[in-house]
């Protein structure tokens, strides 16, 4: 009670997925992202690991996410 800077994060390492949903609690004051990452897996010799961003539209748009992708493209590359 009385956070308000919280990020979820969960891996599911069995498995490579196209895209997850995550039970949301319907509670107004719920705004937290939440973050999952999944098994990677080989596509022509380049790595690929699913990742799935959940995000309440109001704090965080298209582009937020994108910037992050691209943040966390450029930490895996190095």
Do not use: C
């Not at 895209?19 to 319907?26: C, D, R, Y």
């Amino acid at each position: 009670p009385g956070k308000d800077d919280l990020v979820f994060l969960t891996s599911m390492p069995w498995i490579s997925f196209t895209s997850v949903e995550h039970a949301m609690p319907g509670h107004p004051d719920d705004s937290f992202p939440r973050l999952t990452w999944g098994k990677y897996h080989d596509v022509d010799g380049k790595i690929m690991i699913p990742f799935s961003v959940a995000a309440h539209h109001a704090l965080v748009d298209g582009a937020d996410v994108g910037a992050f992708a691209a943040m966390l493209q450029d930490f895996l590359n190095d």
